[in-house]
């Protein structure tokens, strides 16, 4: 049985409710592979839901998972969880974070639904016949120039100790754009592009699963979906990704090449 956007859009709404019901109590929090990388009871009780849901609904499906890693086989039809995206935001009470869940098949993703239950909002999407934010249509804005942009990124969870920690191209996008936001949930950053709300959004070293509905989300809006070099996106760790509508991202793409540059012709010239 193939899952239809129904499925996905129900599972997100449910998986919401256990994150409403953790937000603002004090958390367990853990810290995984970097101080700044928690995992809360709340990420792990909302992973445990939608991998028992899935498993149950399409037992031959595999699933990969942020807390629990990957399960069965990824060859065939898979699905991207992430049961809580923005979990430092989560933790310190800030009401902004998602639900991500996306369904692949060997064509790419086919499904995705991003749902933000303190506003009641869920993005979805369907290859091919268009993205809705709690069922209208998106549509990418139609914003040209950086001057007039509204801009979002985020920062790797190693950033405290690998120079390559974005905050290069924040200061460079901030004195050409109208601002640079970082909000603090991946998914909910692509959608806000997807939605118009914001015109371009970028980020270094995510995972499949921040990305993999949003992705699909913001593509059917309108938006092209690349890595920060204009190479296709792909769903293989760590995913780097720039979003914009198409004028917009060739801008974008301008400024992070010119990061590239200015490197090569300092290493060039010896410095
Ligand atoms: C994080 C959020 C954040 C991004 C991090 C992600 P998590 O996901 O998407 O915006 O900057 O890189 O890992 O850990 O809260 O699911
Ligand atoms: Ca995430
Ligand atoms: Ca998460």
């Known amino acids: 049985m193939e899952p239809q956007l129904l499925d996905l859009e129900r ?29 809360t009871e709340t990420d792990r009780e909302a992973e445990a839901f939608l991998v028992q849901e899935i498993r149950r609904l399409f037992p031959h499906h595999a699933i ?50 991003v749902y933000d239950p303190m ?24 914003t040209a120039r950086l001057a007039d942009a509204l801009l979002i990124t985020g920062f790797p969870y190693d950033a405290w100790s690998n120079p390559d920690n974005n905050v290069d191209n924040f200061a460079r996008f901030l004195v050409r754009t109208q601002g640079v936001l970082r909000l603090g949930s991946a998914a909910l950053d692509t959608c806000y592009v997807a939605a118009g ?28 979906v690349t890595d920060p ?18 004028v917009l991202h060739a801008e974008m793409l301008k400024v992070l090449r010119s990061e ?3 490197e ?4 060039s010239m010896g410095g």
């Open 64 to 113: 990969v998972a942020e807390e629990t890693g990957n399960h069965g086989d990824l060859a065939g039809p898979r699905w991207y969880v992430d049961p809580l995206d923005g979990t430092v935001n989560f933790a310190h009470g800030m009401p902004i974070f998602s639900v991500s869940l996306a369904f692949a098949d060997e064509d790419g993703v086919r499904l995705g639904v």
């Open 11 to 39: 599972l997100a709404r449910q998986t919401g409710v256990i994150l409403r019901m953790g937000f603002g109590r004090r958390h367990r929090v853990e810290h995984k592979s970097h101080w700044i990388d928690l995992v």
């Open 197 to 224: 709300r914001a015109d371009g959004f970028w980020e270094l070293r995510l995972q499949p699963w921040d990305v993999a509905a949003a992705s699909l989300i913001a593509q059917e809006a309108g938006a092209r």
């Open 260 to 262: 590239e540059n200015t």
């Open 229 to 246: 070099r204009g190479n296709p996106l792909r769903l293989e760790p760590p995913v780097s990704i720039l979003v914009a509508n198409p």
């Open 264 to 267: 090569r012709s300092s290493r």
């Open 119 to 142: 506003r009641d909002e869920l993005f979805a999407a369907e290859r091919g016949k268009g993205a809705w934010l709690n069922g209208r249509p998106l549509r990418v804005s139609d």
